[in-house]
């Protein structure tokens, strides 16, 4: 990577809007030096005008979701109805479409400012439970994909081994299932890493794993101190069968199992008894909040401030991609909490930045990034101030117009690496992503 000096007109240092911030990268990609107080760019920075920020983890996304906005959006229903329609969508991707539509949606990703995403990735096999001859076929597709959208990603490959407690996976599940643990943490041992790629695990959720299988996944990411996420408690219905199948609720079910801890991940976590938000708590288990998808869904509003106060860090979420805005995701978690509760100001916009940026990253295995620092690495993202949404509030208040006005399409530019991805709006590496999208959603949609 050569070498680069970037100018920011503002930047976000250690939760303060500093000035006239220069930010050199150095060859093997991370910060070199940090100097605020510059009046002027120095002679050949790359200026970036506007507010610029760490880059932004976005925790939680299903990348073959991202077919399904719009199309889904027609007529009532629930989550289970909506999932019958993902799953028709899931049926038809391979290797190869799956390279295409995840290169488009991970560069829609770094358009919003995105720099590392965490795929919870299932789409193991052929739709009718056959290896592929590569048994990674899929999972490095969407490594591949996001090496050329210029983005990090952490892998969360995941173990879906049932249908329902003690049922076998449906016909449309087949694809996801190795069998059993075992045979799923032998495919995945297979997964290589690279300079932008990390691998880690996921437990589908405790409906789609067997009780007695639980450790053997947590033991695996353990071994390899590698991040593990897991659906909880989207639904009650899948509370109740829980309750019904172990005696316990899901949470409890994670806790006895040794699944729950500082490198777990909770995503969702919508419907939770008071016990069970100790628990993740006390164990510090992460949070990954989805608030646009929980909207569409209908899922609910999750417990997100009992969950930090008890000591569950938060992170955020696209999801099923029904938006890609990570700004949208942070100022959605302060307002559904003003929903639920009736009162405002439960997050400060430098709390919900940490939670799109350092503490993502960190879920996701980059404890790296997500900081504006020498020796973190040179990712980071530069919000306009001057569009219709943010102009107004003066510089001193940027982090307030960012998190609660902008949107991504006010995102100007985003750099990973100290590579310039994106430059005023454009993407460098996929310049034609919308047109890839189209292209890539109506093949999986079979259109």
């Not at 399904?68 to 049926?91: H, K």
């Not at 096999?125 to 490594?143: C, I, K, V, W």
């Not at 708590?281 to 997100?304: K, N, Q």
Request: glycine share 10%.
């Amino acid at each position: 990577m050569t070498p680069q000096t970037y100018w920011a007109e503002h930047a976000w240092l250690n939760d303060t809007v500093e000035p006239g911030v220069v930010i050199e990268t150095a060859s093997d990609g991370r910060i070199a030096a940090v100097r605020p107080g510059a009046g002027a760019p120095p002679v050949g920075a790359v200026t970036l005008r506007g507010f610029t920020i760490p880059g932004l983890a976005n925790a939680h996304s299903h990348a073959f979701h991202r077919a399904l906005r719009g199309t889904v959006q027609v007529g009532s229903g629930t989550f289970w109805t909506w999932r019958e329609v993902m799953y028709s969508v899931a049926a038809r991707l391979t290797p190869e479409t799956y390279f295409e539509l995840a290169r488009a949606v991970y560069a829609e990703m770094a358009l919003a400012g995105i720099t590392c995403v965490g795929e919870f990735h299932y789409l193991h096999h052929q739709p009718d439970g056959t290896p592929y001859d590569n048994p990674n076929a899929m999972g490095e597709a969407l490594m591949a994909a996001a090496a050329e959208a210029g983005i990090r990603i952490t892998l969360l490959d995941t173990a879906y081994l049932s249908s329902g407690f003690g049922a076998a996976p449906d016909p449309h599940q087949r694809r996801f299932s190795d069998g059993d643990a075992q045979g799923w943490a032998v495919r995945a041992s297979e997964l290589k890493a690279g300079p932008h790629a990390r691998i880690g695990a996921a437990i589908h959720s405790v409906r789609a794993v067997p009780a007695d299988q639980l450790g053997q996944v947590a033991a695996w990411a353990e071994e390899r101190e590698a991040p593990l996420h897991v659906h909880l408690s989207e639904q009650t219905a899948e509370n109740d069968a829980c309750l019904t199948a172990y005696g316990l609720t899901p949470a409890a079910l994670l806790a006895e199992h040794g699944v729950l801890g500082p490198r777990t991940t909770a995503v969702h976590a919508t419907h939770l008894a008071p016990e069970d938000i100790a628990l993740l708590g006390t164990s510090g288990t992460a949070v990954c909040m989805c608030p646009t998808t929980e909207r569409d869904l209908a899922d609910g509003i999750g417990p997100a401030k009992s969950l930090e106060l008890a000591g569950s860090p938060l992170t955020l979420g696209s999801d099923s991609h029904a938006v890609i805005d990570l700004l949208e995701e942070a100022r959605a978690l302060e307002l559904d909490e003003r929903l639920h509760t009736r009162t405002r100001g439960h997050w400060t916009a430098a709390r919900l930045l940490r939670a799109a940026t350092s503490d993502g990253h960190a879920s996701l295995g980059w404890p790296d990034a997500g900081r504006l620092e020498p020796g973190a690495l040179a990712d980071f993202a530069t919000v306009a101030l001057d569009s219709v949404r943010t102009a107004g509030p003066p510089p001193r208040l940027a982090a307030e117009a960012a998190v609660f006005a902008a949107t991504a399409s006010d995102v100007r530019h985003t750099v990973v690496a100290g590579r310039h991805v994106v430059r005023d709006g454009h993407h460098q590496l996929v310049p034609h992503a919308a047109g890839e999208l189209a292209s890539a959603v109506a093949s999986a949609l079979g259109g």
